[in-house]
């Protein structure tokens, strides 16, 4: 059974920083580019960061220079550290394969306040 599992949110002052960690239940994860989205309130679910099984990362233009995506292939786990927070990053975020049509776990919210 595979299972998404996010963690590390919570509420941060706008400059704070957030790790986000996820260990992601599924098979061929080492192969696999996974992702960090994100929904705000009211908005579309977005791509914010991915990460290739070579290690290979890129992320949104908004987020360049704070956010960093990594993994852990042996303990099958996607990280996302977060820093200079502001408060349009306020939102649910999730990991998950980048092509891939299973469910969504359950995400982990994050706060900023301003």
């Known amino acids: 059974q595979v299972q998404l599992v996010e963690s590390g949110g919570g509420l941060v002052q706008a400059g704070g920083s957030l790790r986000l960690s996820c260990v992601a239940s599924?098979?061929?994860?080492?192969?696999?580019?996974m992702g960090w989205y994100r929904q705000a309130p009211g908005k579309q679910r977005e791509l914010v960061a991915w990460i290739t099984s070579g290690g290979s990362t890129n992320c949104l233009d908004s987020v360049k220079g704070r956010f960093t995506i990594s993994r852990d292939n042996a303990k099958n786990m996607v990280y996302l550290q977060m820093n200079s927070l502001k408060p349009e990053d306020t939102a649910v975020y999730y990991c998950?394969?980048?092509?891939?049509?299973?469910?969504w776990g359950k995400g982990t919210l994050v706060t900023v306040s301003s």
């Open positions: 998950r394969p980048t092509s891939w049509g299973g469910s």
């Open positions: 599924i098979s061929s994860f080492s192969i696999r580019v």
